[in-house]
């Protein structure tokens, strides 16, 4: 491998890990909402309490989305240091 460049193969592997660490991370994240919102709807649970259990499971649902793009972007970068 040129240390200086990048070939094409390399730039599609890394623009397609990409796309799978933002759908992973959509996906995971609608999850983490869904368990809130299931919670909200399996409990019937109104007023000041729902919207603060929706709000808790967005923020969920956001910080697993974040972690899942940085988790898999991590590990690509490492196995491609490592030349696999």
């Given at each position: 491998?040129?240390?200086?460049?990048?070939?094409?193969?390399?730039?599609?592997?890394?623009?397609?890990?990409?796309?799978?660490?933002?759908?992973?991370?959509?996906?995971?994240g609608a999850a983490?909402?869904?368990?809130?919102?299931?919670?909200?709807?399996?409990?019937?649970?109104?007023?000041?309490?729902?919207?603060?259990?929706?709000?808790?499971?967005?923020?969920?649902?956001?910080?697993?989305?974040?972690?899942?793009?940085?988790?898999?972007?991590?590990?690509?970068?490492?196995?491609?240091?490592?030349?696999?």
């Amino acid at each position: 491998m040129d240390m200086g460049r990048e070939s094409r193969w390399e730039k599609d592997a890394m623009t397609v890990e990409i796309v799978f660490a933002l759908v992973s991370a959509a996906l995971l994240g609608a999850a983490v909402f869904a368990v809130s919102f299931g919670a909200v709807l399996v409990f019937d649970v109104t007023g000041p309490a729902r919207d603060r259990t929706l709000t808790g499971g967005a923020l969920l649902g956001a910080a697993a989305g974040v972690w899942r793009v940085v988790r898999v972007l991590r590990r690509f970068d490492a196995e491609r240091r490592k030349g696999h």
